[in-house]
Structures are given as structure tokens and as C-alpha cells.
């Protein structure tokens, strides 16, 4: 006994060091910022803090072209709005049941603007921090957007900060298809240029080309149907030949988040919940 | 003594999450100054006291970029071998006395070689760890070499730069 206390002793930094690499492991392998992690992600207060000091310094580089790109939004969406306007008053008193199908559509989804703290996009797994948190409203897995289209989806919570997957990390997968078309496949990150991403899995007779826009499903209702995602650069097929992979240039520039806008959408976690319960049955 | 170096760690924790972090030069180097910290610690302080240091620091950073236990586990490792790493770089006759490892402490060339061995090595456990998480060896290898030489840079000039000094 004597001898092995010794032992331990004369080795103890041998000890410690397994001790500290075993507890390194664990933390790389188990890592999953969900609720109960909060405390070992940039959500956790002190870090908010920090990084919410950092964001109220770094948050005026490139406002000038935030508001260049802020403006044509605001433009394309005049024009929009001027022809939904025309349409409504064309289809005015066509059917009640029509009317009472678009206010149900527009009221599904709200918007909860936050402002980015904390960004990164030369990292293999990117995550965004943002100065809102469940006091705000905001709980995991709700879509973020910006002006120019999708930023990611909220992975964890804490009381005043959020931490966003970033769709620059392969671990989100995004449901998208081709504007137009009804088939879709899954956006992911291949790790290389923030600029762009791939989407997989793209049957071989959908007719898209070059310069073609991406746009979200909305089978996840995380994000609503038809959110800009980006334009298609290149594509090319993959392993086996019924499927293409297209390379799409996103419409979000990373490299400047500022400002974005969370989705809440009313019926997701009715829709979750239901999910979870159909899988549970099986 | 002890206060230096807490306002050490202090500034270098924050300028690694607020500034260094963001830095992506080239699209590929990030440099890592924050383990100049476990650089200038005593060369006789005892390794547990080290590795729990730098344990310490590396989650920290870890917290802020969220990457729990990447850079906690390399810089436990970099502080792990630091002895051996001085003892090697160091004359024979200098190893009894305990000193803070610096240019002007260990002169120019002992310096360079003991930094640039610990920053190679703090940087080949960082992206081996990335590795695991997305393989592509071109980019693994140019990231490794511009964050190393990047990092190893500023160590020398963070060295320079130190107040106090003679």
C-alpha cells in the first residue's frame, strides 16, 4: 500500500495528466450544445458578456454596406409589396375561404430581432453568439435569418444569450430546392470557402442551370418555405448517377453578420412534439 | 509576481477571444498567443501546477470559441511536456535555478528553439483535433503551417514587447 501511494506520488503528474486528457475526451466527444451544456458554450453569461462588449464595439465596421444591402432589400421588397397589392385587390371578394387561408399563413411566423456578438467562419464547426436569449423568447432549434437570406438555427439558451449553428458547420443539414421546382435535397457546408456550401442529393431530372435560386423547403418548419438560401454556381454528379450535387454561392456574407432576425414559428413545437411521438411509437 | 501574472492570463485570455480568434489571415492562419502564458511560467514550478493552469485556460478559451476541450487537452499536453522541452533547450548548468523562460533570461537562441517546439506542437495537437471533425489534408497542413509560424511570431514579439523587463 505504502509502495503504491509512493508510486502514485513520483508519477503524480503522469496521473494528472491522464486525469485533465480523460476530461478533454469527454468534452470533445460529448459535446452537443443543448440545454444542459449551456454552461461549456460561448451562451454561458460571463462569455455573453464579454462577447456582448465585443459586438457593441465591432458591431459599426461595415454598416455602410449592411445599409447598401438593407436598402435593396427594402427596394425589392417595395416591388413586392406594390404587386402582392395589385394582385389583392384583382382577387378582392373572390372567396372568403381564400382570404382566411393567407391570414393564417402570415400569422404563423414572427420575427425576434437580435444582434450577432460573436462570429466565426474560418472554424471547421462555425458557431454564431447572439445578444438574445430565452428571456427574449428564443429556444433551441429556431431558424435565424438576416437580410440577404439563412444564418442558422438556434442551438442553445441561456437566460440573455443564444448560440447559433451557423450554416457554415456540417452538422446542419438544410432542407432546400430549386426555386420552382418541388424536389428538394439537403444543404451542408463542405468546410472549405464561407462563401459556399453544397446541396446533395438532388434527383437527376430536376431541371435547374447555372445562376438558378436555392431557396428553403419549409418541410422542417423551422424556416417557412421560400426563404432565399443562395444561387447555384456549379454542379456535378455524384457517386452514383441518379443524384446531382449542386454548389451554391450563398446569399448570407458571413463575414459580416450584424444584425438578424430569429423565426418564431407558432406551430413548431406542436409539430416537434408530434414528431418525437410518431417516432417513439415505432 | 503572482499579480503579473493573473493580469497576464487575464489580457492574454481576452485578446485570444475577443481579437486573435477572429483572425484568420489568408483564410488559414490563426494564431494561438495565449499559451505565451504557459511559456512564462517559473521553469521549476511543478508540472501539476502547470498542466492545472493550463487546463484551466485552454477550457476557457475553449467556452468562448466553443470547442469544449480542444484547446483544454493541447495545452494540458504543451504544459505536460514543458520540462522536458526546458531541460532540453537549457545548458546543463542552468537547471537548478528556477527562472521565467525569455529572451532575455534564456537568450535569443534558447528562446526560439524552446517556443517554436512548444508552438509546433501546441499547433499539430490543435488541428490533429480538428481532424477528427473534418478531414482535408491540404487545408489541415496549411493551417497548421501559417497558424504555427503565425503564432511563433507573435510569442517572440509578445516577448519583446513585455514590460518589466531588463
Known sequence: MRKLIYFLIRHSSWLLYMIYAVLSFVLLVKYNPYQ?????????????????????????????????????????????????????????????????ERDSIFSNYNFIVAQVINNSVSNPNNYITLNKGSRDGLHSEMGVVDQN???????????????????????????CKVKGS???????????????????????????????????????????????????????????????????????????????????????????ALEREAMGNE | MVLTYILLFVLLVLLQVTV???????????????????????????????????????????IFSNTPGMNALAATTIAFVRKPVLALVLPRSDEAVSIVPSISSLGLGHFIGYSFLMVILFCVLIFVIEAFTFFSPLTLILRFSSSAVFTFLLVLAADCLKPGKK
Open chain 1, 149 to 175: 437570406g439563412i444564418v442558422g438555427i438556434v442551438n442553445a439558451v441561456s437566460d440573455n444569450f443564444a448560440v447559433v449553428i451557423s450554416l457554415l458547420n456540417p452538422k446542419l443539414r438544410l432542407s
Open chain 1, 36 to 100: 444542459q451544456s449551456v454552461f461549456f458554450s460561448s451562451a454561458n453569461e460571463v462569455a455573453g458578456q464579454v462577447y456582448a462588449v465585443k459586438g457593441g464595439i465591432t458591431g459599426y465596421f461595415g454598416l455602410r454596406e449592411i445599409n447598401r444591402d438593407l436598402q435593396k432589400r427594402n427596394g425589392a421588397l417595395e416591388v413586392e409589396v406594390a404587386n402582392l397589392r395589385e394582385r389583392v385587390r384583382r382577387l378582392e371578394g373572390d372567396s372568403l375561404l381564400e382570404r382566411h
Open chain 2, 20 to 62: 486573435l480568434n477572429d483572425i484568420s489571415l489568408f483564410g488559414y492562419a490563426t494564431p494561438f498567443l495565449y499559451i505565451y502564458f504557459i511559456l512564462r511560467l517559473p521553469s521549476l514550478m511543478s508540472a501539476n501546477w502547470v498542466m492545472s493552469i493550463a487546463f484551466l485556460m485552454g477550457l476557457i478559451v475553449d
Open chain 1, 182 to 272: 418541388s424536389y428538394f435535397g439537403s444543404l451542408v457546408w463542405d468546410g472549405k470557402d464561407a462563401r459556399y456550401a453544397v446541396l446533395e442529393e438532388m434527383p437527376r431530372h430536376v431541371k435547374f442551370a447555372k445562376g438558378d435560386t436555392i431557396i428553403t423547403s419549409g418541410y422542417s418548419a423551422v424556416f417557412p418555405e421560400g426563404i432565399m438560401v443562395g444561387v447555384i454556381s456549379d454542379f456535378s454528379k455524384q457517386r452514383n448517377d441518379n443524384f446531382y450535387a449542386l454548389r451554391v454561392q450563398l446569399s448570407t456574407d458571413f463575414n459580416r453578420l450584424n444584425d438578424v432576425r430569429i423565426i418564431e414559428s407558432k406551430g413548431q413545437r406542436e409539430k416537434n
